[in-house]
């Protein structure tokens, strides 16, 4: 065993044991998996303007809304019951207060005859032309929308539905609001936007629960670690600061800081969290590979999230490019199972995303899904090594899933026994 290996055993044996008693006093109320498989697809559908005005529209792009059907039934083959989907503002409400979502009434009719539950993506990363996001109207803009399709959708199926209603709230304020490479392309503005997009989050789960009452949310936030420089100690409270800012959104939502804003632990359902290979880096942004001491274990990094707030989650979105695809899930899943032993309420990973796409400035050919463009007769080539591990880690995932539900449930009912 290396030095790296021995670490990693050394944290995750402390995994086990302290945290893991941590979590127990923050159990969920629910015992069932909120899927019946544990992969997700997660289908890219951002629809932003790019900087030279162009304006992405990755569901067309992937032909992912022509093949809809198609796509689930892939999915369906797999073992896949669930995956992430997309709603377009952008086409939705293309006149002000016009609401058309014939867009995604295929999306709806293929998931009900393939059997897919759809997490439904409201906001991702774009919004309609005439929308100022930092208006003081904004947030109620997008409640009158994430209304509408509640009450469109209500009308065409009767799933209780997961919505989440704006993707990154977190990574879009810094992104968009201060370093300018995604819109809004502002600068020194990321807290207001940030603010911005959790009033919209609150006010849209107030829209949609007023129609569909039982509706669950998913909050997808990116999951970090910055690491700090031996060599620069004056940054090290820098560095702590910014680990705790991935936090905030979540916080915000939750009613723990800024209660202004009218947050409450009602409006944070199910934590959705994405991770990547470059998810752990140092404030000069270089990347923290897995291979380096400091490299944080996933399964710590998620149960340390579970510990903090009690709630289910799922990984919301994972993956690599190239050949990186197949090894980088094995990790990933993995760490999952170390983190399901330990009590950690999750419930699925989504391979994110599960069709390779053209790239958002360059058009270059992403190859970083399960399946590939599609040929003239709407076949997708598969990724076999990245399927082989995905088949590889279903049951043992699943196995893990199960035994922790089932030690949750137990806790529950003796705790019930005892009155506590």
Not at 135 to 163: K, N
Not at 261 to 274: A, E, K, S
Request: with cysteine.
């Amino acid at each position: 065993m290396d030095e790296s290996e021995a670490r990693v055993d050394a944290s995750l044996s402390m995994l086990r044991g302290g945290v893991a008693r941590d979590l127990d006093r923050h159990a969920s109320a629910f015992s069932a998996p909120l899927f019946s498989g544990v992969f997700l697809g997660g289908f890219e559908c951002s629809c932003q303007k790019l900087e030279d005005g162009r304006r992405l529209d990755l569901l067309a792009s992937t032909r992912h809304d022509e093949l809809v059907d198609a796509d689930y039934a892939r999915l369906h083959d797999v073992g896949m019951s669930a995956c992430r989907d997309g709603v377009s503002w952008v086409s939705a409400e293309k006149r002000a207060g016009r609401f058309d979502f014939a867009r995604v009434l295929p999306m709806v009719r293929a998931a009900a005859n393939r059997r897919i539950r759809v997490l439904w993506d409201l906001m991702h990363f774009g919004w309609p032309d005439d929308v100022d996001i930092f208006a003081p109207s904004f947030p109620a803009r997008f409640a009158r929308y994430a209304g509408a399709f509640a009450r469109w959708l209500r009308d065409e199926s009767a799933e209780i539905p997961m919505i989440a209603p704006i993707n990154e709230m977190s990574y879009l304020a810094w992104a968009g609001g201060d370093v300018r490479c995604m819109n809004p392309f502002a600068a020194a503005r990321g807290v207001e936007l940030k603010v911005q997009l959790v009033r919209a989050t609150i006010e849209a789960i107030e829209a949609i629960r007023g129609v569909l009452p039982h509706a669950r949310f998913l909050q997808p936030e990116p999951l970090i670690q910055i690491v700090p420089s031996a060599a620069h100690p004056k940054t090290w409270r820098r560095v702590e600061s910014d680990n705790l800012l991935q936090y905030q959104a979540w916080d915000m939502l939750a009613g723990r800081v800024w209660p202004a804003l009218g947050g409450h632990p009602r409006y944070l359902d199910i934590l959705g969290v994405n991770f990547y290979p470059n998810n752990q880096f140092m404030l000069d942004g270089t990347t923290v590979e897995q291979d380096d001491l400091r490299y944080e274990p996933f399964a710590r990094m998620l149960l340390k999230l579970a510990s903090r707030y009690g709630r289910p989650m799922i990984v919301s979105e994972t993956g690599s490019e190239g050949t990186a695809r197949q090894p980088w899930l094995r990790y990933v899943a993995e760490q999952c199972i170390v983190a399901l032993e330990a009590n950690c309420e999750l419930h699925g990973i989504t391979l994110y995303p599960i069709l390779n796409h053209p790239g958002w400035a360059d058009d270059r050919h992403c190859k970083n899904g399960l399946w590939d463009y599609a040929d003239a007769r709407g076949r997708r080539a598969v990724h076999r090594p990245l399927l082989e591990e995905l088949r590889y880690q279903t049951s043992r995932l699943q196995s893990a899933r199960s035994a922790m539900l089932s030690r949750r449930e137990a806790r529950t009912v003796r705790a019930r026994a005892l009155g506590t």
